[in-house]
C-alpha cells in the first residue's frame, strides 16, 4: 500500500530489507532504492538517566536500522518506557544523546516530534474519550495543520483543504484498521482492544518514519493480540515504518521483532536477534525463566 503520501521536509522511512518478502514489498512502495550503509533510523548514545536514587537508564547504547522491528523487553521497572519518554523529548536524558535520521539531540523537543517523524503510543491510553473516533485520529494529524489544534478538533479554522486532507487521510488509516464502522462511535464507549487499535491508528495518521509503542498487546484478549500483531506487522511492511516495541507477551515479540534489545535494572544486557536473546544465559535468568513461570501461572 503506497497511498498515504510521505510528508516533505520530515524524515520518513526508506527500507531496509530485512527478508525476502519485505523486500519484495519495498521495491513496490520505495522504487528499491539502496539504502545506505551505516544509517539509522534512531540511535542512543551512553544514555542515562535518574529519579533520586534510581536509575531508570544506565549508560545505554542503541542503534535502530530504517524498516526495522527492535522490540525492547525486561521486567517490570527495567527501564522501558523510561527510554521511550527520553526518545520522545518527555524525559531529558542526565547524559547521552538521540539520534533520530539525521538529528541528534541532548534533548529532543517533544513538540516537533511529528516533524521529526515520530509517533507513539502510551502503555496507558490516553485517548480523548469525549470525541470520536475519526476525531481522535485526526488529532493525530495536528502538525499537518496551520489552524490550532483545538480549532482543528473542534472544525475551526482548518481550511477546507486540510479539512480534507485530514478526514481523508483518517478514513484510509480507519479502513487500514478496520475501524470503518465505529468511525462515529465516541472513542471512550469503545471496549479496551479497540480503543487501544485506535491510538495506534493516531500514531499511524501522522505517517511516521519511526512508531513507537509501549505495550500494545496489555489488557488485550488473545484474539485482539493476534489482530494487533497482524496490524503492527502491516504498518511495518506496508508503510515501511520503523518500529520500536516495548512488549511484555513474549510470544508477540518473538514473532514480530527483527531484534530485541533486553533491559533489566536500567542496563541493556542483551541485544540481537529472537533466537540469539533466547538462547542468552543472561536473559534467561533476568526475564525469560520468569516470564515462562508467568506464562504458566496464568499471564504476566
Ligand atoms: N517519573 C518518574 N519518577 C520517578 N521514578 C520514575 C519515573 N519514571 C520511572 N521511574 C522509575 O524508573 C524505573 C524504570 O521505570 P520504567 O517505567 O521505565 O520501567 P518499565 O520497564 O517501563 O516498567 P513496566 O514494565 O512496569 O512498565 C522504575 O524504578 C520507576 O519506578
Ligand atoms: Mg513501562
Request: proline share 4%; hydrophobic share 40%; no cysteine.
Amino acid at each position: 500500500m503506497n497511498s498515504i503520501n510521505r510528508i516533505s521536509g520530515v524524515h520518513t522511512a526508506t527500507y531496509l530489507p530485512v527478508d525476502i518478502a519485505a523486500e519484495q514489498q519495498n521495491a513496490r512502495v520505495y522504487g528499491n532504492e539502496p539504502h545506505p550503509a551505516g544509517k539509522i533510523a534512531l540511535g542512543l548514545e551512553s544514555v542515562s538517566l535518574s529519579f533520586g536514587g534510581v536509575v531508570a537508564l544506565e549508560n545505554i547504547d542503541l542503534s535502530v536500522r530504517p524498516g526495522e522491528i527492535r522490540a525492547i523487553i525486561g521486567p517490570n521497572g527495567a527501564g522501558k518506557s523510561s527510554l521511550i519518554n527520553v526518545i520522545s523529548g518527555v524525559y531529558r536524558p542526565d547524559r547521552g544523546h538521540v539520534r533520530i535520521g539525521h538529528d541528534r539531540f541532548t534533548n529532543v523537543p517533544t513538540q516537533k516530534l511529528v516533524h521529526l517523524g515520530v509517533a507513539r503510543t502510551f502503555q496507558n491510553l490516553a485517548l480523548f474519550k469525549g470525541l470520536s473516533v475519526t476525531d481522535n485520529v485526526m488529532s493525530g494529524r495536528a502538525h499537518k495543520a496551520r489552524s490550532t489544534f483545538l480549532g482543528q478538533i473542534f472544525g475551526i479554522g482548518r481550511s477546507p483543504s486540510e479539512e480534507v486532507d485530514a478526514h481523508d487521510r483518517a478514513a484510509k488509516i480507519l479502513k487500514f484498521l478496520n475501524l470503518t464502522d465505529v468511525g462515529n462511535r465516541l472513542a471512550g464507549t469503545l471496549p479496551y482492544g479497540l480503543q487501544k487499535r485506535v491510538e495506534l491508528a493516531r500514531a499511524l495518521v501522522a505517517e511516521p518514519a519511526l512508531l513507537l509503542l509501549d505495550e500494545p498487546m496489555a489488557g488485550l484478549a488473545e484474539p485482539e493480540k493476534v489482530e494487533m500483531t497482524k496490524f503492527i506487522r502491516a504498518a511495518n511492511r506496508e508503510y515501511g515504518t520503523t518500529i520500536v516495541l516495548i512488549e511484555h507477551d513474549i510470544g508477540v515479540v518473538m514473532e514480530l521483532s527483527h531484534y530485541i534489545a533486553v533491559f533489566d535494572y536500567g542496563r541493556k544486557i542483551a541485544d540481537g536477534t529472537p533466537e540469539e536473546v533466547r538462547a542468552d544465559q543472561k536473559v534467561i535468568d533476568a526475564y525469560l525463566g520468569v516470564a515462562a513461570e508467568n506464562i504458566d501461572g496464568g499471564g504476566i
